[in-house]
């Protein structure tokens, strides 16, 4: 199993980026699929969720309203659109997927870096 995403790099404070994170090696139709962020010295969070089927989203209230994710099951590839950037937001960015309605997050994606600058 392999989740490639790309799509980071460096934007001013209140620009946009893309996310991609393509999957491989497994059923992406089964899967739920997330994004997660880790900042330099601080613990990995949660930012969006979105089910197997599309159907349900999830994001943490930091970026409510900023971030939308979203899955192309026929490209096997799931998206995290992020508008309104703040400084606050300068991570490595990680994708993972668990089963459909799992608890756990079974595979996890190299990282992609994003950086916001005032």
């Known amino acids: 199993v392999q989740l490639q995403a790309s799509g980071g790099g460096l934007v001013q404070a209140g620009g946009s980026l893309r996310l991609s994170c393509a999957a491989s090696?497994?059923?992406?139709?089964?899967?739920?699929m997330g994004w997660f962020r880790q900042a330099s010295g601080k613990e990995r969070e949660f930012q969006a969720l979105?089910?197997?089927?599309?159907?349900?989203?999830l994001y943490a209230d930091s970026v409510k309203g900023r971030f939308t994710i979203s899955r192309e099951n026929a490209k096997n590839t799931v998206y995290l659109q992020m508008n309104s950037l703040k400084p606050e937001d300068t991570a490595a960015y990680y994708c993972a997927a668990r089963r459909a309605r799992g608890r756990e997050y079974a595979y996890w994606g190299q990282g992609t870096q994003v950086t916001v600058s005032s």
């Open positions: 090696g497994l059923p992406f139709g089964y899967y739920d």
């Open positions: 979105i089910m197997w089927d599309g159907g349900s989203t």
